[in-house]
């Protein structure tokens, strides 16, 4: 293969109309392999001189991909690779460097994403404005291209993780914020002349808006949706705050965005500039209500209430996707949406509303089934401000709902403490005309049963039957001591007798079952220690002992005992509340 200097010298002063097919194929390759051996320098040197322009202009484009990818490996020091391919840039026609570039970026090795998009970007934005008008369509390529590219990328979790960016998407983030700055600024500028001598514009300067939007959406839901912001120094959070300005900025209101965007489920069909994606949106009301960026944009005409509304149906997607982040996502948005709100004001109608059904199921399933605690917790806190929210017909059809469907003890405890905390004074000010008379007794009727009736496994049912029994205790002394009427006290007296006797049955099946649980573990812990030292006299290996109850095999000994020995002592708090309430409707009927 000839020499790289030969074929400078050959083709040196030749004009690019004159190459054959054949000799700029030859030229490109020996200028690869020029690349690929280091001696860039040479090649950058042949570039800029002024007598190798015509050779330049015939082969440049074949030149442009060995030299981008020279860069991306980052074997060598890239200062002349990149020296050469800006020289090329800035001298070759655009439209053909477009092509290429775009070309490059959709087939990027995927390997090297980060890098390729990181070192392509910019050079795209210069191509795109030496192109001028007309480019709408360009700009919108390009960002699709690299979007499409950078989703492709692992999120980091940890902010360490975020910090040594080994995959490039930090990096990418930023490179897409400075590449799509001076199109926005074109809006804006186009914008600003609308109506005056260039209102032809108009069109073109929509196009380049829709793009824009819609390349600020697609970062909303990748990477910004699964990405944790890791305080304000994070490349995230600023990649955030780039795009909660750049929308406002082009006449894209956040609350248009927000609330007046069909949801694009059971609508009328939508276009696609006008049905962005929900999770996008959900991730901007997130960054606005939680993290408050760009707050200061949103105005204050929207109430509470209205806000609550539209963003429970972004909690409800976010809880459709079991990954922390989206969990983490919907919680804070729905706690920050509910504090806004005055205690006690939502009226029973909202719980017409889809989301107002489906969000509490949903948190129910986190605080019941999540496998991390931290999220369970903030389940179990979100879950109570909602219940805190409710106006007293609110929280009686509530709290009837979650009886009939939670189907899970400490749920069914949580709502009972409430009901209780309905009826007192002290705790709720004043009671509620939903939560006293033949309101409270048709809630009673639901409360004071056991699910199973006598074959009610007491210790699973723990919390709803210590919650109840501590409601019933304590509305016997309440109607006691004010010595309400005869029919209030004959009905709890009723209700009470019948829980009481069932309970009864239960205590005592329970008693009987874990009783001889107990007693059979410390038989086997008997037996097995008198099998280890059997053994150890016989030298013999020790053969395994079974518990019968395979729920608790899975434990060690130790736990077994303490479940057991805990089961015992809470039957007989149970059977203490019974015994007090059984002592309260005797003295009152003394």
């Known amino acids: 293969m000839p020499k790289f200097q030969d074929v400078v010298q ?17 030229c490109i390759q020996i200028g690869s392999a020029c690349i690929d051996q280091g001696e860039t320098a040479k090649v950058l040197d042949f570039i800029k001189e002024e007598q190798n322009q015509g050779i330049v202009k015939a082969l440049g484009l074949g030149l442009l991909q060995p030299l981008v990818r020279e860069i991306v490996r980052r074997r060598r020091n890239p200062v002349h690779c990149e020296a050469a391919v800006s020289h090329l840039v800035q001298t070759l026609k655009p439209k053909e460097l477009f092509d290429n570039l775009l070309g490059q970026l959709e087939d990027c090795d995927p390997g090297a994403i980060g890098e390729t998009v990181i070192c392509l970007l910019p050079l795209l934005k210069t191509v795109l404005l030496r192109l001028g008008g007309g480019k709408g369509q360009s700009v919108g390529a390009v960002l699709e291209a690299a979007q499409k590219q950078v989703s492709r990328l692992p999120v980091p979790y940890t902010r360490q993780q975020e910090k040594v960016d080994a995959h490039g998407l930090s990096r990418c983030c930023t490179a897409l914020l400075d590449f799509i700055q001076p199109f926005v600024e074109e809006v804006k500028k186009g914008d600003s002349k609308k109506g005056g001598p260039s209102a032809a514009k108009g ?66 069909p939508i276009s696609k500039a006008a049905s962005y994606s929900v999770e996008s949106r959900a991730c901007l009301a997130y960054l606005l209500f939680v993290q408050l960026i760009a707050m200061e944009t949103f105005p204050a005409i929207f109430c509470p209430v ?54 509490p199921q949903n948190l129910v399933e986190i605080m019941t089934v999540c496998p991390m605690k931290h999220l369970k917790t903030r389940g ?25 469907t939670s189907h899970h003890a400490g749920v069914e405890g949580i709502v009972i403490k409430n009901t209780k905390n309905q009826v007192d004074p002290a705790k709720c000010g004043k009671v509620s005309c939903w939560f006293s008379g033949e309101h409270l007794l048709s809630m009673l009727q639901l409360i004071l049963s056991l699910p199973q009736g006598p074959q009610t496994d ?33 009905e709890l007296c ?4 019948s829980y009481r006797k069932v309970l009864r049955v239960c205590l005592s099946m329970s008693r009987t079952y874990y009783s001889s649980e107990l007693k059979t573990l410390r038989e086997n812990q008997k037996n097995k220690a008198k099998e280890i030292r059997e053994a150890l006299k016989l030298k013999k290996p020790v053969r395994e002992i079974n518990v019968r109850d395979e729920k608790l095999s899975n434990m060690s000994a130790v ?20 015994v007090r309430i059984e002592e309260l409707t005797e003295d009152r009927a003394t």
């Open 10 to 26: 050959k083709w040196r002063n030749t004009p690019a109309h004159k190459f054959r097919q054949k000799d700029r194929e030859l």
């Open 203 to 268: 069109p073109a300067n929509d196009e380049l808006r829709a793009d824009i939007v819609q390349f600020c959406m697609m970062g909303l839901r990748e990477p910004l949706l699964q990405a944790v912001l890791q305080g304000r120094n994070s490349s995230f959070w600023t990649f955030a705050t780039g795009i909660m300005a750049i929308l406002p900025a082009i006449e894209k209101p956040l609350p248009v965005l927000l609330f007046y965007q069909p949801m694009g489920k059971g609508e009328e």
């Open 306 to 359: 209205f806000v609550l509304q539209c963003n429970m149906d972004y909690v409800k997607l976010l809880f459709t996707r079991k990954d922390e982040s989206w969990l983490t996502k919907g919680l804070d948005l729905c706690e920050k949406s509910l504090e806004r709100v005055e205690d006690s004001s939502l009226p029973v109608e909202i719980l017409e509303l889809r989301a107002f059904y489906t969000v």
């Open 380 to 404: 179990l806190h979100v879950f109570q401000l909602f219940i805190d929210k409710l106006n007293g017909e609110a929280k009686h059809r509530f709290f009837r709902c979650m009886l009939k």
């Open 458 to 490: 007491l210790l699973q049912g723990m919390d709803r039957v210590m919650e109840s029994l501590n409601l019933l205790r304590f509305l016997l002394i309440k109607e006691k001591e004010q010595s309400s009427s005869k029919s209030m006290w004959a």
């Open 494 to 497: 009723k209700l009470s007798d």
């Open 559 to 578: 736990e077994q005992h303490q479940v057991l020995q805990c089961a015992m002592v809470t039957f007989d708090l149970m059977d203490s509340l019974v």
